[in-house]
């Protein structure tokens, strides 16, 4: 029978809490998105072999896909160490394949992608504060953006907190991995691996931790494609063996793991059977069998720590699976011994600090103990009233008894003295006051605006950890098996959906009022006003306030009725806004509302994928204003979808028509009013039906109009099926990624640079990120080149931007990277975006006038 508790009597206690940070396995809620699950048996064992070991290791790399999913699960499930993946970046500039997300947007999915891959094969995930700018062909580049120390002071502060004892590079210092990313990631794990022993590099982290020499440092070698870095004089080692306490090889689990990468197009197939994985030795004393070749993972590595080896390998053998419950007085005394040690150097306050957290998770999981603190709505608001259900069940019995809960700052404790009984599911509702000073829920690396290759981590002892760390959160105190624990439990919300069943997210602290506007870029290419509308949302009852009428030198702004109104969560109000430039240049617009004397000026942006838990994002409401001197020609665009981007609102917004050609469209081959259509990036690669319209499109250039085919790869990835023009070119792997390169135009007189806008060397200042990607080659005559241009000390290269012309049309293939530079609102790519649908036809003679 359930019982419900309301308040409980309240009264303030100042108590030590103990810190638990829950490992993946236990009560883990996949994603806040599914039910929180209870490990396995199988699972619960593994977690007592880790128990039992006292090593680890630490791998680098660049980016989120970098890392060798079936290396980290066989070293955190068959060797048991603790194995952390440290990504020097988020992912921030690669491309998306599921949505339009890029920039921070991306890196927030990706770090999450990353995150639902760690816990599929054990391993835990840290951060850098570098931002990922783009690709680069050289850690020269690389550098320019990201600052060298600041990098390298981040990389020693992971392994100084790890301490592991071997670090694995995934890329060589020589180049073969291509990216210049990759480069400098091992580069600065080579210069790490010393410098994270030396006192004097970066000594004001010494306050907090303690230099740390890593054992050895490794490369782990690869065959990429047609690069073989595999030697058979280096070190072998065969991890695809199959794990029996969790069901899988882990050539399984590498699948399953790498397959969360879907932005990037990265599912994979399972493999299965022997796996060899080879390593060249680069620091360190020398290893010939074994990456842990003479190192102690044990409790005796410390000798003051050697009694607890033989009491967890009791643990492991006495272990029953079908009463987990039994091993709980086993755990409750290796946890009381692992508590007694001293704390008389930082190796063994490292290891204490570590394993009491792991005897405390399997604690709670062996005694089938069962909590969750479940907001009644997914919005708080600081000053405003929370109503939220702890909720307690203990599923195996036992000796276990609720103490106390602890709420949220501000909201007392609950003294309750309650003996569980046996499936019986405990609730207890609460309502408090949020705290006014509460910080608003966003990424701690999206709090500052980010320079160009860093981002901004205000609380330094944040930097490192790949998300912000739980809350709001409540404290249970409990003691089982005579043990006083303390555990915590984040207050989530979750929901019911028809389709989906059960299903979790994050809690948000949001201001009582965010606002959205109706377009972040407006263009002005002439002096004609622009409308801009406001929605004000209200995340709580009776608001009322009105706009900031907004400033900014050279501009106009009016604003007929800034007042609003709004009686309900959820009600909204639009608030138009008229602009109209007088003398102004390109700025940005600050957008806030006044409630009640205070102002308020945050927008949401927000995650939705069903492969990671919902995200969202504040930042400030603003609109960039950017003049143009722009000339156009024709109105009805079709644009054919491709891996996802903002190009079409782009040409909504300096007024073309813009229509999305679906299948069915295509199919029915009436295209003759479009002026121009245009493929989206990867259209090729994502839509497998397009080359059945390719006649379709060829008749549409051959009458007149002009078909833009924006840059697609011709991978293993994404290959491509079919010829997207009507004479043969093929796509490379060629891209200028320096956006300052200098652009040359090889033929002047193309109309693609003179109509209707004269292009010329200031139309390509500004750009951002890189030039273009997935150049054309092996160009038929029939092409024209128009521009050429090369990263430093690389040869010139045509292939960005090619025209043909096809019957009384054009049909034109490009990799400029539109897709970032027109969202940006950089003024020179929309002049030659227009100039590229405004092709004229090659009409004969007797046609024309």
């Known amino acids: 029978m359930p019982f419900h508790f309301c308040e409980a009597k309240l009264h303030p206690r100042f108590i030590r809490r103990f810190l638990i940070l829950f490992s993946t396995l236990f ?146 210092t020589t180049g073969e991995g291509g990216h210049g990313h990759h480069t400098a990631s091992a580069i600065l794990a080579q210069e790490a691996f010393e410098a994270a022993a030396d006192p004097k590099r970066f000594p004001e982290q010494l306050r907090h931790w303690s230099t740390w020499q890593a054992r050895r440092l490794f490369w782990n070698t ?198 569980l009984g046996i499936d019986t599911l405990y609730t207890f509702q609460h309502t408090q006051k949020l705290e006014e000073e509460t910080p608003y829920s966003n990424p701690y690396w999206l709090q500052e605006q980010h320079t160009k290759g860093l981002y901004v981590a205000k609380d330094p002892l944040m930097i490192g950890k790949p998300e912000n760390d739980y809350f709001p959160k409540v404290s249970l105190e409990l003691n089982i098996a005579g043990l006083q624990l303390n555990i915590d439990r984040r207050v989530v919300y979750k929901s019911t959906d028809p389709v989906k069943g059960e299903v979790y997210r994050p809690l948000e602290v949001l201001p009582p009022v965010t606002l959205k506007p109706s377009d972040e870029l407006l263009i002005f290419d002439d002096s004609v006003a622009q409308k801009l509308s406001v929605t004000v949302t209200a995340h709580t009852d009776d608001l009322s306030g009105s706009l900031v009428l907004p400033q900014l030198p050279g501009w106009k702004v009016d604003v007929a009725h800034p007042g609003f109104q709004l009686s309900r969560k ?123 319209y390719h006649q379709q499109l060829m008749d549409y250039v051959q009458q007149g109009g002009n078909l833009i085919v924006q840059y697609n790869t011709n991978t293993r990835l994404g290959p491509m099926t079919a010829e997207p023009g009507p004479y043969p070119f093929s796509i490379s792997r060629d891209r200028v990624t320096d956006e300052e390169a200098p652009v040359r135009f090889v033929h002047p007189e193309q109309a693609a640079l003179n109509v209707p806008n004269k292009i010329t060397q200031q139309d390509f200042e500004g750009w951002v990120q890189e030039r273009g990607t997935y150049f054309a080659t092996e160009i038929d005559k029939h092409y024209q080149t128009v521009l050429s241009m090369n990263d430093p000390g690389e040869a010139a290269n045509e292939g960005s931007l090619i025209i043909a012309p096809y019957g009384k049309g054009n049909f034109v293939y490009t990799g400029l990277v539109f897709f970032r530079e027109l969202p940006a609102g950089v003024p020179g790519a929309y002049r030659l975006f227009v100039n590229l649908l405004s092709l004229p036809k090659h009409l004969p003679a007797h046609e024309k006038n």
Request: with cysteine; hydrophobic share 40%.
């Open 27 to 172: 009560f883990l809620v996949a994603g806040l998105q599914a039910q929180p699950t209870a490990p396995t048996p199988g699972k619960l064992l593994l977690a007592l072999e880790k128990l039992h070991t006292t090593g680890s290791v630490l791998y680098i790399a660049a980016h989120p896909d970098d890392e060798n999913t079936r290396l980290l699960a066989w070293l955190a499930n068959e060797r048991h160490l603790r194995t952390g993946y440290l990504s020097l970046t988020r992912g921030d500039g690669g491309q998306n394949l599921i949505g339009k997300e890029q920039g921070p947007m991306l890196g927030l999915l990706r770090t999450q992608e990353l995150l639902a891959a760690r816990r599929t094969d054990g391993a835990e995930q840290f951060f850098t504060r570098a931002y990922d700018f783009g690709y680069t062909k050289s850690p020269e580049e690389t550098f320019r953006f990201w600052n060298h120390d600041s990098v390298l002071s981040d990389v020693v502060r992971i392994i100084r907190q790890f301490r592991p004892d071997v670090i694995i590079c995934r890329f060589p």
């Open 222 to 419: 690869f065959r990429f494609g047609s690069v073989n870095t595999t030697s058979e004089n280096q070190l072998k080692l065969d991890v695809g063996g199959y794990n029996p306490l969790l069901g899988a090889s882990y050539g399984e689990l590498a699948a399953e793991s790498r397959s969360n990468h879907k932005s990037q197009g990265f599912g994979t197939a399972r493999s299965r059977g022997e796996a060899i994985e080879y390593f060249k030795q680069l620091r360190g004393d020398t290893a010939r069998k074994d990456l842990f070749e003479g190192i102690n993972q044990s409790w005796s590595r410390m000798p003051q720590a050697a009694n607890l080896g033989p009491l967890t390998a009791a643990l492991i053998q006495h272990f029953n699976p079908l009463k987990p419950e039994a091993s709980v007085p086993r755990l409750v005394g290796v946890y009381k011994a692992i508590a007694a040690l001293p704390e008389s150097n930082p190796n063994l306050r490292y290891w204490k600090a570590l394993k009491l957290k792991e005897a405390r998770s399997l604690i709670v999981a062996a005694s089938g103990l069962w909590v969750e603190a479940a907001a009644k709505d997914y919005v708080a608001i600081p000053g405003r009233p929370i109503s939220f259900d702890v909720q307690v069940l203990s599923r195996l019995g036992g000796n276990i008894r609720l103490q106390s809960i602890h709420w949220l700052p501000g909201g007392g404790d609950s003294t309750l003295n309650i003996g």
């Open 570 to 692: 959820g009600d909204e109000a639009v608030i138009y806004l008229t602009i109209s430039r007088t003398r102004g240049a390109a700025g940005k617009l600050q957008l806030a509302v006044d409630v009640a004397g205070k102002t308020y000026n945050k927008s949401i942006r927000s995650l939705e994928y069903d492969h990671v838990p919902f995200q969202m994002m504040l930042s400030n409401t603003e609109v960039t204003l950017m003049p143009i001197d722009l000339k156009k020609r024709g109105r009805e665009i079709g644009y054919i979808p491709g891996a996802g981007d903002e190009v079409p609102a782009c040409l909504s917004r300096i007024g073309y028509q813009v229509t999305t050609l679906s299948d069915a469209l295509l199919a029915a081959g009436n295209l003759n009013r479009f002026d121009a259509i245009v493929t989206g990036v990867r259209a090729y690669n994502v839509n497998e039906n397009l080359p059945n």
